[in-house]
């Protein structure tokens, strides 16, 4: 059965510290996998989707950048937080033509 | 489409009746649809899907209704139950094999 892995579940940082968020998936291949970012109360805005090793496509101009080393890796980077991006970040991945499967996501707050 | 930052609608109902959560989607050419139901602290976990190319499916206690015309969604939950009680969000997948992108979401409580 597939998996996903997200980690960590909460995280503190300093504002200019740099960011690493890592999710992996398990059993299976060349999935669709997609960053998104949940403000408290808010809905889930898509950051980065890709469809294959070094594809990725940016949604929305912002601090952060995502990369995908391998075929089951996906990594959300940022050289320099800033207190807006503080939130919710969920790793989800996807058969191409069904539903997004999502990880329990990192609490990220930025101080 | 993406209403990220507005804050989320709430539907309180009592336990037992039926609820229906609505949702408007903005792309004319997506071909699928998804409602999620999330959790305090968690992610999103699948409910329901539907393709394009129907107007209703039915899982166990949900109902989804998809409107191409008016380009709407609804999920329709019977028997609401206190642990029904969740953020609910609609997704569409823009383009065949696109991103995945999620609606507003709505809030449901469930009163006992």
């Known amino acids: 059965s597939q998996t996903i892995h997200q980690w960590p579940a909460t995280l503190v940082q300093p504002v200019g510290s740099p960011l690493s968020l890592e999710c992996t998936v398990e059993?299976?291949?060349?999935?669709?996998l997609y960053w998104y970012r949940q403000a408290a109360g808010r809905g889930l805005q898509l950051l980065f989707y890709?469809?294959?090793?070094?594809?990725i496509s940016s949604e929305v101009p912002q601090n952060l950048s995502a990369s995908r080393p391998q075929d089951r890796q996906f990594i959300l980077s940022s050289k320099k937080l800033l207190l807006s991006d503080s939130g919710f970040y969920l790793c989800?991945?996807?058969?191409?033509?069904?539903?997004?499967?999502f990880g329990q996501g990192t609490r990220l707050t930025v101080v | 489409g993406e209403s990220v930052g507005l804050h989320l609608p709430t539907l309180s109902v009592q336990e037992g009746d039926n609820s229906i959560i609505n949702c408007a989607y903005s792309?004319?050419?997506?071909?699928?649809f998804i409602w999620y139901k999330q959790e305090s602290g968690k992610g999103p976990q699948f409910i329901i899907d539907?393709?394009?190319?129907?107007d209703k499916r039915q899982g166990q206690r949900v109902t989804v209704l998809l409107n191409k015309t008016v380009k709407h969604l609804s999920l329709q939950i019977a028997a609401t139950q206190p642990g029904d009680s969740a953020v609910y969000f609609c997704?569409?997948?823009?383009?065949?094999?696109?991103?995945?992108?999620f609606g507003q979401g709505t809030e449901l409580s469930v009163k006992p």
């Open positions: 989800a991945w996807g058969p191409r033509y069904t539903e997004a499967f």
């Open positions: 059993g299976t291949s060349n999935p669709n």
């Open positions: 890709s469809v294959g090793i070094g594809q």
């Open positions: 792309n004319s050419a997506s071909d699928y």
């Open positions: 539907i393709r394009s190319n129907m």
């Open positions: 997704a569409e997948r823009q383009n065949q094999g696109g991103k995945l992108i």
